[in-house]
């Protein structure tokens, strides 16, 4: 019989960090983004943001439902991820537009399939 000390420290070593991105593994940052990605706010802010800037109102009134509080926290989590930016333009009164960063672009595109799969596939009662 053979045992091999090595392996539980592999197994916490395994557990504890991730040397490359695998979402299946437990410490993977990765999962963070599927998470962000996976909210239903954040997905669909990013699904409204792909036809170009928009103001926090006008987000709001595309949103139909999503209250103020939990569109600004979506929002703040997708600037800092680096899905969105934020711009501030020096008027009065001052106006902010949200806009898709480059990252963001490319996570719109396979949530657009999810959209759409979801409004092909989902039962209308």
Known sequence: ???STSAPAETAHA???CDRNDVYAAACPCRAMLDLLANKWTALAIGVL??????????????????PKV?????????????????????????????LTPLGHGAAVPL?????????NVPRH
């Open 15 to 17: 557990l504890d960090t």
């Open 50 to 67: 792909e036809d170009g800037p928009l103001r926090f109102g006008e987000l709001r009134r595309h949103l139909q439902g999503v209250s």
């Open 112 to 120: 657009a399939h999810l959209r759409s799969w979801a409004n092909e």
């Open 71 to 99: 569109l600004s926290a979506s929002l703040k989590r997708l600037e800092g991820a680096g899905l969105v930016s934020r711009t501030v333009f020096a008027e009065v009164p001052p106006r902010v537009e949200y806009a």
């Open 1 to 3: 019989m053979t045992t």
